[in-house]
């Protein structure tokens, strides 16, 4: 088993995660025209790192502490070193290990998990050194949170931008 699969295994327990819902999101869907409230009572947790073939990859799992509830779209996702310097804070929402996917509305249950994925050039070119991120601020759609401080990531991001996916149903965004 992955250490990916073996952390959101672990995360799963822990969360005593009873499911989720999927459904497309319509280019005129909005917090006030749908039934199931937004979610304003998420938590994040990151995995560990990972990095092959010149490209570093993180999922970072949403959980709901609340009662019932929609989110959808992309997550706003910005890198910082120590000393709360922005290292990556473009982002990019195709290519890289992640598929992506159109983002969809997801309904989670109360203490279910989405996710999504965060991929970066991990390669330097020529003399380049890749600053290192220590954590991540993450803002998620629709009013749904802002987690400035955290998730804690051990990065070594190059390229100055961050791809990222929509919010998925489950532990671990699809790979490409």
């Known amino acids: 088993m992955s250490s990916l699969t073996s952390w959101a295994v672990r995360f799963l327990a822990a969360s005593l995660v009873c499911?989720?819902?999927?459904?497309?999101?319509?280019?005129?869907?909005?917090?006030?025209?749908?039934?199931?409230?937004?979610?304003?009572?998420?938590?994040?947790?990151?995995?560990?790192?990972?990095?092959?073939?010149?490209?570093?990859s993180l999922?970072?799992?949403v959980a709901n502490a609340g009662t019932r509830c929609e989110v959808a779209g992309y997550p706003r996702v910005v890198f910082f070193n120590a000393h709360g310097?922005?290292?990556?804070?473009?982002?990019?929402h195709s290519g890289g290990p992640f598929a992506m996917g159109r983002p969809r509305v997801v309904v989670l249950s109360r203490n279910a998990v989405a996710s999504f994925g965060v991929s970066w050039a991990d390669s330097p070119s020529g003399h380049e050194a890749c600053p290192l991120a220590n954590w991540a601020d993450v803002t998620l759609p629709e009013g749904s949170g802002s987690f400035e401080g955290g998730p804690a990531v051990n990065a070594a991001p190059c390229g100055g931008y961050l791809r990222v996916t929509p919010l998925e149903t489950g532990p671990a965004p699809e790979l490409t």
């Open 19 to 56: 499911g989720s819902t999927v459904a497309p999101l319509s280019a005129g869907a909005s917090a006030t025209s749908r039934a199931t409230p937004v979610c304003t009572h998420l938590v994040l947790a990151a995995g560990q790192a990972t990095g092959t073939l010149g490209t570093g």
């Open 59 to 61: 999922v970072i799992l």
């Open 85 to 92: 310097v922005a290292v990556d804070s473009v982002n990019l």
